[in-house]
């Protein structure tokens, strides 16, 4: 009896476990799709922006 007492804490505490990983990758995964867009918003002025200091580092390539 202690034996199926025993394993059903510990099966609770598992499931309890696995909600608390999910929840954190969830999060995480979250985190990382919010800052991929606001990169992605930013790449164009990051494109200009590089773009304007390449070319004159780099005449050469630009044709000019």
């Known amino acids: 009896m202690v034996f ?3 394993a059903a804490v510990l099966y609770v505490c598992g499931f309890v476990f696995l909600y608390g990983v ?3 990758a969830v999060r995480h995964a979250l985190e990382d799709v919010e800052l991929r867009r606001v990169r ?3 790449a ?3 494109d200009r922006l590089m773009a304007r200091t390449l070319v004159p580092d780099n005449a050469f390539l630009a044709g000019s």
Do not use: T
């Open 4 to 6: 199926l007492a025993i």
């Open 22 to 24: 999910i929840r954190v």
């Open 40 to 42: 992605a918003e930013q």
């Open 44 to 46: 164009p002025e990051r």
